[in-house]
């Protein structure tokens, strides 16, 4: 929605009269402008003698005139005066005198209605009111009031069927983007991104894109808009436009801000007394569970090892001084070493300007923002270069330049142990990550618990400030076009694009730092990784506009030629022999892996758009695609779109003075594709030369080559075709309401279709299967409501989404996905539903052991679960569906309040209906395996027949953890409700008085306070609500994702 | 301004050229519809078929443990260790979602595969060699009968694939073949392979007539055909091809390496190609303290342990003790990188030749030739001559000394499933551990893996797993 502030009311009438005294036929003249002094045609004039109901009608013409010649002398007339953008007018009781020196001056003011928006679509802008496809814009304000650096965490919550999943808090990271639901299984799932007209490769970093330039972004939500970018726009389109000159002023806009972050999630672990308590019930269960006829907890080490007890099943010996609660000892909150508040700013200046035919506009950014992480975060400096200049009256150029360089000290943060926060949540507190002299505590966890096989986690705080992992990207995108007016209303363009990227990274693991179960000193590791990418457009477009009377026609036709080169060579060192040099230099042997490939798209691109007396719209598209990807025998796919609409309030029997101001209804049907899969998915591809290939013959390497792919000819594109039907609405000329219903249908999945395996092969990459989406995207938005002095902006909106597989390959009925195989994909269900056992209860007494259906292996303080099939038996067949993380709903409320020189705006985001499945709480912190740190709420909850009798959670058990108990993990203990509620961003501003400013030499100052997520309503316990691997079949799967910040911000806007 | 015009102009003649830059070819990889043509690509295509032999599905690391740890052999120093695959199969409690058994399954279909591709293709391959082409072949079939022997043993009626795939769909709905149809495809293979396939090699580690004979000789006693193990076996002790090493040390001595003892050991070695071709079973079966990173996995039992006399050459130099008193593998070699082991696995060894004869001639009554098959056994570990002279303390007898000969070499579990022993054997021995286990006739098979029966139900799962 538009953002249209602060114009008032300027209305200026003149008029000139004469008093003549007997009543005769007059004439009226007038002119109507708009405030800015430009003349306005096609106004309609319509005038009324008071106390008729008689209407005259008129127009004005090019020039901005109009005229009623048949009006009687010396009487009161009212006149209304409407144009499109334009609030009304009404001139009431105007005498008109007699002859024709009556003349009228009207001065318009533009609407602040949306409605006369232009939206940016595909290859074109068209005019909001014309749009019949389905199409959101967001302001580049709109998305500045979340302070970041990348514009998709900024689009969270602000538009109707769009959903941002921020997976991941790492700076630097991609969110996921989600139009209108998943459409695809296994194919990629990135949108489009076209940044001026520019398509950038699907899945590339969001880093490159200053979040300061973005003047807006138009998402195209359903493939009818979207077609005419044809097999790369299935999962939708984000059109972003970036600033340019907006006078030929010039002008210099500073805008600066700073702050930190915490992090913003809900995780509790407990303390090293408690834990002491846990590992102990754990170790001695286990003990005891194995043989309770034979073993008794009282036994001491010496005859637990004579009875054949395994190293889980012996007590931690150094446990004692905490389980007698000794005080002072060692208690470490690894969750508060690995974290800390770290800041964030950012500083943009903007130049801008031009000398009528030439504007320019020139950014320069540095961001910093560091991790919420130890030795974690991304630095950015990025510039943006855009020339544009009138060359003849013909001919027009533009040049811009996007570059970047980007700096991040990365981390893999997928729960592994040698991750820093997988390995936080296996750290005891009764180590320490510092020893006393303030060097890092080495290995001392790994070296104490091997004996008794605890877990054996390096010290993460080490790990976080040992390791490199640099990473550094240089990136330069942009485009040079030529426009040039052939003929009236033809108009042809060509555009040169580019994309050029070199990233190198530099990892070095040190030999004074250990690993999972490897204590320190072991070999150094160190390799580097270096790509390049060359992505280059060349494109051709003719458009042609006409108008004939009532008829309006737009045509485009164009060509397109998009060429990618990547290459990467990745070079591991090994034979590290000390820690002098800290990179691959150090090392004396050396294994590399070369990379390349390369694809081709070959476009023809159409679209024939027709109106009819600004009321009925129809529109044809056409885009076909050749694609280097696809297999010989479907190489070109095609891309048709229809669609129409009806602005009704434009009918003659609609009521004028209704309080709908403006009503359209439309329909799309349209084509688009998917073409996200690799390289050359459709060859059977032979790898090698590889360890995994090589034989050696004696101690001879022999390098092999064998074929890990199936090769499929008829490979080729996902196509979604899909139905969307819409209703715009405006009410009291302030409230714009937009509902759109739609239906979505992925056929020609793109599949790893999971094969039979005597085949030689796990799964093939197939065109198979079926995929419905079906939602309602509802939004309503309001500008400049008065409540007094007191001015409010809102923008609210809610998208419904379901989807349902109709088919997957012949004879699959489902496919199964997750850590636990228990995320799955059925046909006639949803995308990645989580199954799992319902459980009801511990086994707390031998009788409930032996009289309760159980599984295989249960064991006293094991898990009851629900018999759901009556068989009497446990075994999968009594899983139960419990939801998905696709929400059922999400929505989005923004307000904006300005009193005088305040402003205070704030986001809201929310989402209802959504599990999470917390895979490692299933295997660590909840399981009650005693081998990870739990948290509180498993703690304080657990059974324990002494300690804890009335406890619903399973009894820890080290030793003789069961096959029962793994089972379990798959159940609904593990499966969240994460539904959230979250104040996305909140910013409160302070707009210095302009007399003040300019004393100070500015045109403009604009102060102000903010916070990101300043808080989140949410059931959830783990790290992050939104956590999702990119996987859709294992959609929900969280592994102890890095949680997102809260943060607080000042900052300021200055204009010179 | 015209000129301007002019360039695009130009560029667009030029680009609709382009059309024909849709077709594009891998330029960092191979693609198979171009490979296989000459001598040279069928090489490297063999070459990585014996690659996979060295994966952690097959004799890199499960293979050899899913032959024993069921067994008495060894056990797993802690059961719930990685996701408890070892750990669930030395307590007879594995589960279809074994990751052990998954990944067995998957690597023994991608080797055989591997097979099948170059089996098709070779034929109008040009060989500079005629010899050279026959044995590829020959080394292809003995693969892949080796690979479905494992398979038929752990699973029973397994898919039985013998063309290259073309299109994977087709074995959709193709259900399992019965044991007695894969019995005779690895007979077949093994036959051929045998007329094919050269008596020696100058690679190390190629497959060799023995090795085919051996392995047939060996198919022959599972399915108790006495008299046709008996011609192979007899054919391989005849070529004089091997012979038993005089001294246990030597046998699996790093620095001797396919001595005249080894018939077919998959290679590993250790410090070559950045550490690639070594092996991580000596990191994952050494217990506790013994290496850096040691797993504690398949572990000789203490029991097993003290079955050696002291006299026995075969105590420290088969297995040895930790300074902690804690017996291990000593077959594996300990190797400088802890995850880089280059000890060989063995898979086929003259010794195993040899009780195998012992076995056939005792079972055909020939006691004399039984007791002097397995005193060669003994003696060589400086043990007196064996006192069984009847044929049931003669089959008691070889079972003993393929334990003590064999340990650690991935034989026991198939041992007990031939003898029929297993569960009279294993409940005894968990009852002398005092632990509550109880082994019943389903455990003798494995579980077919789970995800293959979810990828297609008509196959159907091993009885008393679902």
């Not at chain 1, 034979?294 to 007890?309: H, L, Q, V, Y």
């Not at chain 1, 590290?576 to 023809?604: E, H, K, L, M």
């Not at chain 2, 279909?109 to 500079?128: G, S």
Request: hydrophobic residues 35%; contains cysteine.
């Amino acid at each position: 929605m538009v953002n249209q502030l602060k114009l008032l009311l300027l209305v200026s009438i003149c008029c000139l009269t004469q008093m003549v005294k007997a009543q005769q036929i007059a004439q009226i003249k007038g002119s109507v402008l708009s405030e800015t002094g430009e003349l306005l045609s096609g106004v309609s004039v319509i005038t009324t003698q008071v106390g008729s109901k008689e209407k005259l009608i008129a127009t004005t013409n090019e020039r901005g005139l109009f005229s009623f010649n048949n009006l009687k002398g010396g009487s009161k007339y009212n006149f209304m005066f409407s144009h499109f953008g334009y609030e009304d007018y009404a001139l009431n009781n105007f005498v008109v005198n007699n002859g024709e020196n009556n003349s009228l001056l009207v001065r318009l003011k533009v609407t602040t209605s949306s409605l006369s928006d232009v939206v940016v679509v595909g290859y074109g802008t068209q005019q909001k009111r014309f749009v019949t496809g389905s199409v959101a814009k967001v302001s580049g304000q709109e998305i500045s009031n979340f302070s970041g650096n990348n514009f998709a965490q900024q689009l969270s919550g602000k538009a109707s069927g769009i959903q941002i999943n921020e997976s991941s808090g790492q700076p630097g990271t991609n969110p996921q983007i989600v139009i209108r639901g998943i459409g695809t299984l296994t194919a990629g799932r990135n949108p489009l991104i076209v940044v001026d007209g520019f398509p950038l490769t699907e899945g590339t970093s969001f880093n490159f894109i200053n979040t300061n330039d973005i003047e807006s972004i138009e998402v195209l939500k359903d493939p009818a808009s979207a077609s005419i970018y044809g097999s790369r726009a299935a999962n939708g389109v984000i059109l972003i436009s970036t600033k340019k000159s907006k006078s030929d002023k010039f002008s210099t806009a500073i805008d600066a801000f700073t702050g930190y972050q915490q992090r913003a999630d809900n995780i509790e672990y407990i303390d090293a007394y408690d834990a002491a308590t846990y590992f102990a019930e754990a170790r001695d269960w286990g003990y005891v569970s194995k043989n309770p006829a034979n073993r008794s907890i009282t036994d001491d080490r010496a005859t637990r090892i004579a009875k054949g007890a395994s190293l889980r099943e012996l007590p931690l010996n150094y446990l004692t001084p905490y389980l007698n609660k000794n005080a002072g000892l060692v208690n470490t909150n690894w969750i508060n070493e690995i974290f800390r508040q770290a800041p964030m700013s950012n500083i943009n200046v903007a130049i801008s300007g031009g000398n009528g035919k030439t504007s320019y506009y020139t950014s320069f950014n540095y961001f910093n923002q560091e991790g919420l992480l130890l030795n974690n975060g991304i630095k950015r400096f990025s510039s943006t270069i855009k020339l544009n200049t009138k060359l003849s009256e013909k001919a027009e150029f533009g040049i811009t330049l996007n570059p970047s360089y980007t700096n991040q000290l990365f981390f893999n943060t997928n729960g592994g142990f040698d991750e820093p926060i997988g390995a936080a949540l296996a750290m005891y507190p009764f180590f320490k990550p510092y020893n006393n002299d303030g060097s890092l505590a080495i290995s001392q966890q790994i070296i104490a618990n091997a004996p008794e096989d605890g877990a054996l986690t390096e010290n993460p705080v080490a790990t976080l400030k040992l390791i490199k992992n640099n990473r550094s990207f240089f990136r330069l995108f942009g485009n040079g076009y030529i426009n040039y007016t052939i003929a009236k209303g033809l108009k042809y363009k060509f555009t040169v694009g580019g994309d050029f990227g070199q990233s190198f990274f530099d990892f070095y693991n040190p030999s004074n730092l250990g690993s999972y179960r490897i204590p320190a000193p072991k070999p150094a590791i160190a390799s580097e990784t270096n790509t390049s990418l060359t992505n280059y457009l060349l494109e051709h477009t003719l458009a042609y506009s006409k108008n004939i009377n009532k008829h309006d026609f737009n045509i485009l036709i164009g060509y397109s030629y998009q060429k990618e080169n990547n290459f990467s060579t990745a070079v591991t060192g090994d034979n590290i022999v000390d820690d002098n040099v800290r990179n691959i230099g150090g090392a004396s042997t050396f294994s590399a892996n070369p990379n390349r490939d390369r694809w081709v798209q070959v476009s023809y691109l159409s679209r024939l758009q027709y109106i009819f007396d600004e009321k009925y719209i129809a529109s044809f598209a056409y885009r076909a695609d050749g694609s280097s990807r696809f297999g010989d025998n479907n190489k070109w796919g095609k891309f048709p779109s229809v669609t129409a609409g009806w602005i009704f309030s434009k009918e003659h029997f609609f009521p004028k003075q209704s309080i709908i101001s403006f009503g359209k209804i439309r329909a799309t049907w349209g084509r688009s594709g998917n073409n996200q899969i690799g390289s050359y998915g459709s060859l059977a591809i032979v790898t090698g030369g590889n360890p995994a290939n090589n034989y050696i013959w004696g101690n001879n390497v022999a390098a092999g080559f064998s074929a890990n792919t199936t090769p499929n000819p008829n490979l080729s594109w996902e196509t979604n075709t899909s139905y969307n039907i819409g209703l715009d609405v405006q009410v009291f000329k302030k409230i714009d309401i937009t509902a759109e219903y739609y239906t979505a249908t992925t056929s020609n999945l793109l599949l790893n279709v999971p094969v039979p395996q005597q085949s030689g092969f796990t799964t093939a990459l197939q065109n198979i299967g079926e995929l419905q989406n079906r939602g309602l995207d509802i939004s309503i938005s309001a500008n400049q409501l008065n409540l007094g002095k007191l001015q409010w902006n809102i923008n609210a909106n809610i998208s419904f989404n379901n989807n349902k597989v109709l088919s997957l390959a012949p004879g699959q009925t489902q496919i199964i996905a997750g850590n636990l195989a228990n995320i799955i994909t059925k046909v006639g269900s949803q995308v990645a539903e989580f199954y799992g056992y319902q459980v009801t209860g511990v086994f707390k007494t031998q009788d409930e052991l032996n009289n309760t259906p159980k599984l295989p292996g249960s064991l006293l303080g094991d898990l009851m679960v629900k018999d759901i099939n009556n068989d009497g038996l446990i075994d999968t067949k009594d899983w139960a569906p419990m939801g998905a993380y696709a929400p059922k709903f999400t929505y989005g409320f923004s307000n904006t309040f300005t009193y005088k020189n305040f402003q205070l705006t704030f986001s809201l985001v929310g989402v209802e209906g959504r599990k999470v499945f917390e895979s490692n709480f299933a295997t660590r912190e909840e399981s009650g395996e005693g081998f990870a740190m739990p948290t509180k709420y498993y703690f304080e909850n657990r059974y324990h027949p002494v300690n804890n009798p009335n406890g619903f959670l399973g009894q820890p058990n080290y030793g003789n953890f069961s096959a029962a108990r793994r089972a379990v993990r798959a159940s609904n203990l593990f499966i969240f409700d994460a539904d959230f509620l979250r104040l996305r961003d909140l910013q409160l501003a302070f707009n210095l008085p302009s007399s003040v400013v300019k004393k100070a030499g500015l045109t403009n100052l604009r102060m102000y306070v903010g916070a990101n997520n300043l808080f989140t309503i949410t059931k959830y316990r783990g790290y992050n609500p939104e956590a999702t691997p990119n996987s859709v079949l294992s959609n929900g799967q969280s592994t102890s994702n890095y949680p997102i910040a809260r943060t607080i911000i000042i900052g300021c806007n200055i204009t010179l | 301004m015209k000129k301007i015009f002019f360039i695009p102009t130009v560029l667009m003649v030029l680009l609709t050229a382009c059309t024909k830059d849709l077709e594009q070819l891998p330029i960092t990889d191979k693609e198979l519809s171009k490979f296989l043509t000459t001598e040279i690509e069928v090489e490297e295509y063999v070459v990585s078929t014996y690659a996979s032999l060295q994966t952690n599905g097959l004799y890199g690391l499960y293979l050899p443990a899913m032959g024993e740890i069921p067994s008495d052999n060894t056990y797993d120093e802690v059961p719930a260790n990685d996701g408890a695959i070892y750990g669930d199969m030395d307590e007879f409690k594995t589960v279809p979602q074994n990751g052990m058994i998954a990944d067995n399954w998957r690597a023994s279909y991608v080797t055989i595969q591997r097979c099948n591709v170059v089996l098709n293709r070779i034929e109008n391959v040009p060989f500079r060699i005629a010899i050279t082409k026959n044995a590829r072949m020959g080394e292809m079939k003995f693969i892949r009968a080796l690979i479905y022997f494992n398979l038929v043993q752990l699973y029973g009626d397994i898919p039985l694939a013998i063309d290259e795939t073309k299109d994977p769909n087709f074995y959709f709905g193709k259900g399992r073949q019965l044991v007695a149809e894969v019995y005779n495809q690895i007979t077949k293979d093994l036959t051929e392979a045998i007329q094919v396939l050269p008596t020696t090699t100058t690679q190390a580690g190629r497959v060799i007539k023995t090795a085919a004979q051996a392995l047939l000789g060996k198919v022959y006693l599972t399915q108790k055909k006495y008299t046709d193990a008996k011609i192979q076996l007899d054919a391989v002790i005849a070529s004089n091809a091997h012979s038993l090493l005089p001294s246990t040390a030597d046998i699996f001595s790093l620095t001797n390496e396919n001595n005249r003892e080894i018939i077919f050991a998959i290679q590993f070695a250790s410090g070559v190609n950045s550490n690639t071709e070594g092996s991580i079973m000596y990191q994952q079966f050494a217990p506790t303290g013994l290496i850096s990173g040691a797993k504690g996995h398949n572990l000789p039992t203490r029991e097993l342990y003290n079955k050696y006399t002291i006299t026995d050459t075969r105590r420290g130099n088969y297995i040895a003790l930790t300074t902690g008193n804690v017996p291990f593998n000593n077959k594996l070699k300990r190797p400088t990188v802890p995850a880089d082991g280059g000890s060989d696995i063995v898979v086929l060894r003259f010794a195993d030749i040899v009780l195998m004869q012992a076995e056939v001639e005792t079972e055909l009554g020939n006691i004399t030739i039984a007791q002097a098959a397995l005193n060669r056994i003994r003696n060589r570990a400086a043990l007196a001559n064996t006192t069984a002279t009847t044929q049931i303390l003669l089959r008691d007898a070889i079972e003993l000394e393929r334990r003590l000969e064999l340990v650690g070499e991935g034989y026991r579990w198939f041992d007990l499933l031939r003898t029929g022993k297993a569960i009279t054997t294993m409940n005894a021995w968990f009852t002398a551990e005092n632990k509550p286990i109880s082994v019943t006739s389903k455990f003798l098979l494995f579980p077919i893996p789970q995800n293959q029966i979810d990828t297609d139900p008509t196959i159907k799962q091993n009885e008393g797993y679902n």
